[in-house]
């Protein structure tokens, strides 16, 4: 697997010339406004799932990665050791951390380290940005080794930070996308003959373009195209059509990292389960599953839970929410949540799992059987045109994330 590369050094890395593929363009969300003006593509993004519910990343108390060091001032190599359940499957993951440099200031002036950082949440707000300009027309393409690739500028992805309400400068994002890339995620089935079923970084391959600027500085390379490189499981996710829909406006609301973990997966078990009922969990289980840092004092934890809980409920989210508290004599051991979707909620995900039905149909008509049983489709220009014309538009199914937005 390679790190960020900066193009012209090697040739070699070049992409070859991309395709489209059927696939691809289904992974697009349409950009049709709607008579309010609004552009509902910009409310939503896809997920994939396992991939993105496994606990990934490290939640730090603050937004930027805290660095590691070993002994005698080398990176410390580290790696976190997490357990997690999806789907009522246990699965077990390893997280090992990227290796960058950083600037420190001393009294002997500024000085550089190798440092080792761990995703955080700052890398996940990225990623999530990232994976909405996926999302847009013609971002995509399989070149002839069959990799995924995404082309954008690092000006983009400052710009979508802003729209959402984040600011990072170019640096910033340059080493958030550093170590996404460089950060490795290895996830194991558990039990007997359990195998590992993902082992790669979030971007196996990813190379910036943006002209060397002077020291310390920032200037220049606004528009300077990067690429990028989608790991296996989201590759697999798109090709074989197990992508789902999700508001990304209701999502990028969230101040913290694990109402944005919960939001998530509550969309995906509504879709899922194409019902109302009220979902049930545990504040241990939201702990473990999500990769939240735990605090000194149990109780602390449970209220940090509660609070990312409540969050869902104040955006309208969840329509209401019961606590139930778990004792162990007389100390609070755990919280059991009885949480009740609200209306609004379930009409995003009523208007995903639609999104999924065309998506598969769409797919049948053109390749003749399943996405399951097939590789990337391609298609040539004329016919991609004539796909993106004729997909139905999702603005008259677009209210509540728009109002979310």
């Given amino acids: 697997m390679t790190g960020p590369v900066v193009a012209g050094a090697d040739e070699s890395q070049e992409p070859s010339t991309g395709q489209s593929a059927v696939q691809l363009l289904l992974f697009e969300i349409d950009h049709a406004r709607d008579a309010g003006g609004r ?9 994939v799932g396992l991939y993105d519910l496994a606990p990934r990343f490290v939640f730090y108390p603050g937004s930027v990665p805290v660095a590691e060091r070993g002994e005698g001032g ?46 955080c949440e700052r890398e996940q707000v990225v990623e999530a940005v990232i994976r909405r300009l996926a999302t847009e027309r013609g971002r995509l393409s399989v070149d002839d080794r069959n990799r995924l690739l995404m082309h954008f500028s690092l000006y983009e992805v400052q710009k979508e930070l802003a729209r959402v309400r984040r600011t990072l400068s170019r640096n910033e994002i340059k080493e958030a996308l550093t170590i996404l890339s460089q950060s490795i995620v290895e ?6 003959g359990g195998r590992v079923e993902f082992a790669s970084s979030a971007f196996p391959t990813m190379v910036l373009r943006s002209p060397v600027a002077e020291e310390g500085s920032e200037a220049g390379g606004d528009n300077a195209e990067t690429y990028l490189q989608f790991n296996v499981l989201v590759s697999d996710a798109i090709r074989t059509m197990r992508f789902r ?21 509550l969309t995906l078990e509504y879709e899922v389960r194409a019902s109302s009922e009220p979902t049930i969990m545990r504040a241990r289980d939201i702990v473990r599953d999500s990769g939240m840092v735990e605090w000194s004092r149990p109780r602390d934890t449970l209220r940090a839970v509660r609070d990312a809980i409540t969050a869902l409920q104040a955006e309208g989210i969840l329509e209401s929410m019961d606590v139930e508290k778990v004792m162990d004599g007389r100390r609070l051991d755990d919280e059991i949540y009885t949480l009740v979707p609200s209306a609004r909620f379930l009409q ?28 990337f489709v391609r298609l040539e220009p004329i016919a991609a045109t004539d796909l993106r014309r004729r997909r139905p538009t999702i603005a008259s199914t677009a209210s509540a994330a728009d109002d979310a937005e």
Avoid: C, Q
């Avoid at 829909?245 to 997966?265: C, E, K, Q």
């Avoid at 065309?358 to 053109?366: C, K």
């Fill in 39 to 47: 552009d509902p593509s910009r409310t939503r993004t896809n997920t």
């Fill in 74 to 119: 080398r990176p410390s190599e580290k790696a976190i050791e997490r357990e997690f359940v999806f789907r009522g499957r246990p699965f077990s993951l390893t997280l090992k951390p990227a290796t960058i440099k950083r600037r420190y200031k001393t009294d002997r002036g500024d000085v550089e380290e190798w440092v080792s950082v761990y995703p």
């Fill in 187 to 192: 996830i194991r089935a558990k039990g007997k």
């Fill in 245 to 265: 829909m999700m508001s990304y406006g209701w999502m990028m609301r969230f101040r913290h990292p694990v109402s944005r973990w919960l939001f998530n997966a």
């Fill in 348 to 375: 995003e995900v009523e208007a995903a799992s639609l999104g999924f039905d065309r998506n598969e149909a769409e797919f049948l008509r053109i390749a003749g059987k399943p996405a399951t049983d097939s590789g």
